[in-house]
């Protein structure tokens, strides 16, 4: 073996020899008969007499040679172990031969390593899993390390995993000169969104940075958001709806029933765009669900229903106040309600009790679209002369009270007739029982749920009080059948007089 002082000699004579060369490659030749030894970790950092410096890092391999520490004491390379290598500053890795190589076998070159694609940025929704790949080519023994550039967290070096995130891990792919270092994040959170770099650890750290992009489906705050919501009728309303998620959701407002929305009195439209949506005077047909609706390009969609209920006192409507009905037929009179809440209904006669179904009375209410209208029907089976009068609809809430009245007559039929003019086969047994004629104005047959021609064209507004002289005025208008007849009789009497007595003053100037 050589004295150590020899070593020291070599490196001065390589040093000496290259000071010339214009280039920043440095080539440490192999000390000869250097102890041989496994590689190792070594750091060596000198200046050559041309200015180049040259460094090795503790993560460089040691090229071979036997352990040791020399030092130049102010001369150019110091380092620990005969094969320490020496990098240019130009980026050129440069280490000497194995021990005991041969001389021509003694200068090798090893390129540094390099990125050979881009880390691509990726968005994946949250919750699922992800991995960013980093490719490497000419790696050596150089290592790979993963950082999460915001965070400024080591996650992985090499095959080691230094966060504690338990989400985190790391694989390498190896393909034909380089490899691909992947990092893996499992169950992503909103928080994992960020740059992410992959670095090498030359003596001037490469690195690389790919983007990943976290997106969160929307998501409805109930607690921020309205819930269902009771509210007088004219009075304003606020409705909120409050949604996160990443990008920012979008939210639009829409009715249930897709029926267009009144903002104010003046503004109707389809759908209403915003985090809060403000009704004017709001009115029993605004009542319904609203659907708040929460988007960000992120699946699901997701939405929350509010329902709006506008409370009001109940309001009757009644088609015909005077109905006419023949004996011994049924008769059915109606009335309409609105009211919100749902109204008691039911009927009296006059200021009695109240009317149940029996066999002489059948009560109906049908709910009608929307839900706060009730089609109120009272059938009053095989009507008589005690039937006459007047009968009341009344309705009920919490809002108030109202009632209706309608004012029920009966008519009798014809007991006599002259075969040929009058018939009471002919009038009341070809329209049937069921045609539950009313009288009461000049339209003889008119029904019951015909307009009544001798009111208003538009439905009477109950107001509690039916309009009883208008009442006995279309009764007084209405046609006798029996009188009819017998002013018929009358009239032919009267015209077979006159041609008598025409024929007869004829015959009394011929014979003159």
Same mark, same amino acid.
């Given at each position: 073996?050589?004295?150590?002082?020899?070593?020291?000699?070599?490196?001065?004579?390589?040093?000496?020899?290259?000071?010339?060369?214009?280039?920043?490659?440095?080539?440490?030749?192999?000390?000869?008969?250097?102890?041989?030894?496994?590689?190792?970790?070594?750091?060596?950092?000198?200046?050559?007499?041309?200015?180049?410096?040259?460094?090795?890092?503790?993560?460089?391999?040691?090229?071979?040679?036997?352990?040791?520490?020399?030092?130049?004491?102010?001369?150019?390379?110091?380092?620990?172990?005969?094969?320490?290598?020496?990098?240019?500053?130009?980026?050129?890795?440069?280490?000497?031969?194995?021990?005991?190589?041969?001389?021509?076998?003694?200068?090798?070159?090893?390129?540094?390593?390099?990125?050979?694609?881009?880390?691509?940025?990726?968005?994946?929704?949250?919750?699922?899993?992800?991995?960013?790949?980093?490719?490497?080519?000419?790696?050596?023994?150089?290592?790979?390390?993963?950082?999460?550039?915001?965070?400024?967290?080591?996650?992985?070096?090499?095959?080691?995993?230094?966060?504690?995130?338990?989400?985190?891990?790391?694989?390498?792919?190896?393909?034909?000169?380089?490899?691909?270092?992947?990092?893996?994040?499992?169950?992503?959170?909103?928080?994992?969104?960020?740059?992410?770099?992959?670095?090498?650890?030359?003596?001037?750290?490469?690195?690389?940075?790919?983007?990943?992009?976290?997106?969160?489906?929307?998501?409805?705050?109930?607690?921020?958001?309205?819930?269902?919501?009771?509210?007088?009728?004219?009075?304003?309303?606020?409705?909120?709806?409050?949604?996160?998620?990443?990008?920012?959701?979008?939210?639009?407002?829409?009715?249930?029933?897709?029926?267009?929305?009144?903002?104010?009195?003046?503004?109707?439209?389809?759908?209403?765009?915003?985090?809060? =949506?403000? @009704?004017?005077?709001? #009115?029993?047909? $605004?009542? /319904?669900? %609203?659907? *708040?609706? !929460?988007? +960000?390009?992120?699946?699901?969609?997701?939405?929350?229903?509010?329902?709006?209920?506008?409370?009001?006192?109940?309001?009757?409507?009644?088609?015909?106040?005077?109905?006419?009905?023949?004996?011994?037929?049924?008769?059915?009179?109606?009335?309409?309600?609105?009211?919100?809440?749902?109204?008691?209904?039911?009927?009296?006669?006059?200021?009695?009790?109240?009317?149940?179904?029996?066999?002489?009375?059948?009560?109906?209410?049908?709910?009608?679209?929307?839900?706060?209208?009730?089609?109120?029907? =009272?059938? @009053?089976?095989?009507? #008589?002369?005690? $039937?006459? /009068?007047? %009968?009341? *609809?009344? !309705?009920? +809430?919490?809002?108030?009270?109202?009632?209706?009245?309608?004012?029920?007559?009966?008519?009798?039929?014809?007991?006599?007739?002259?075969?040929?003019?009058?018939?009471?086969?002919?009038?009341?047994?070809?329209?049937?029982?069921?045609?539950?004629?009313?009288?009461?104005?000049?339209?003889?047959?008119?029904?019951?749920?015909?307009?009544?021609?001798?009111?208003?064209?538009?439905?009477?507004?109950?107001?509690?009080?039916?309009?009883?002289?208008?009442?006995?005025?279309?009764?007084?208008?209405?046609?006798?059948?029996?009188?009819?007849?017998?002013?018929?009789?009358?009239?032919?009497?009267?015209?077979?007089?006159?041609?008598?007595?025409?024929?007869?003053?004829?015959?009394?100037?011929?014979?003159?």
């Amino acid at each position: 073996m050589l004295p150590p002082s020899w070593h020291l000699i070599g490196a001065l004579l390589v040093l000496a020899a290259t000071a010339g060369d214009s280039t920043n490659k440095i080539i440490l030749p192999q000390i000869l008969n250097g102890g041989g030894g496994g590689g190792g970790v070594g750091t060596a950092q000198g200046k050559h007499p041309s200015g180049t410096k040259t460094v090795a890092t503790g993560l460089v391999p040691n090229f071979g040679g036997a352990a040791g520490n020399g030092a130049g004491g102010g001369g150019p390379v110091a380092g620990s172990g005969t094969g320490s290598t020496v990098v240019g500053s130009n980026g050129v890795i440069v280490a000497g031969g194995g021990a005991n190589v041969p001389t021509s076998n003694l200068n090798i070159v090893v390129e540094e390593p390099e990125f050979t694609e881009y880390i691509e940025n990726v968005t994946v929704p949250a919750g699922r899993n992800v991995k960013l790949g980093c490719s490497v080519k000419n790696l050596g023994s150089y290592k790979v390390a993963w950082m999460h550039f915001e965070q400024s967290a080591i996650l992985t070096v090499h095959n080691h995993v230094i966060t504690r995130n338990p989400r985190i891990s790391v694989t390498h792919d190896k393909h034909d000169r380089h490899r691909t270092w992947y990092l893996h994040i499992n169950n992503v959170h909103e928080e994992d969104r960020g740059r992410y770099m992959c670095q090498i650890n030359t003596v001037t750290a490469k690195t690389q940075f790919g983007y990943l992009n976290v997106v969160v489906p929307p998501n409805i705050d109930d607690s921020l958001s309205s819930s269902d919501v009771i509210v007088r009728e004219g009075a304003n309303i606020s409705l909120r709806c409050r949604a996160s998620g990443s990008p920012r959701p979008i939210i639009k407002w829409k009715r249930d029933d897709n029926s267009r929305i009144a903002i104010n009195k003046n503004h109707i439209v389809n759908e209403w765009e915003g985090d809060t =949506l403000e @009704i004017t005077r709001i #009115s029993r047909l $605004d009542m /319904g669900a %609203y659907l *708040c609706i !929460a988007s +960000n390009g992120v699946p699901p969609t997701v939405s929350k229903r509010i329902k709006v209920s506008v409370d009001f006192p109940p309001m009757l409507l009644i088609p015909h106040q005077l109905v006419g009905a023949p004996e011994g037929f049924n008769v059915t009179i109606e009335c309409f309600t609105e009211a919100h809440p749902t109204s008691l209904n039911y009927w009296t006669r006059g200021e009695g009790p109240i009317i149940h179904d029996s066999h002489k009375y059948k009560v109906e209410a049908t709910v009608g679209l929307p839900a706060y209208k009730t089609h109120m029907k =009272l059938t @009053i089976i095989n009507v #008589s002369s005690g $039937d006459d /009068g007047i %009968y009341k *609809c009344v !309705a009920k +809430n919490p809002r108030g009270e109202t009632d209706g009245i309608i004012r029920l007559y009966v008519s009798y039929p014809p007991t006599t007739a002259s075969s040929g003019i009058y018939s009471t086969d002919s009038h009341w047994g070809e329209n049937g029982i069921n045609n539950n004629y009313a009288y009461g104005g000049p339209d003889s047959t008119r029904s019951i749920y015909a307009q009544d021609k001798n009111k208003t064209q538009n439905p009477l507004l109950a107001n509690g009080n039916a309009n009883e002289a208008d009442a006995e005025s279309n009764g007084s208008r209405g046609h006798n059948p029996s009188m009819a007849i017998a002013w018929l009789f009358v009239v032919i009497a009267t015209l077979l007089l006159t041609i008598r007595s025409a024929v007869g003053s004829s015959h009394s100037l011929s014979l003159c």
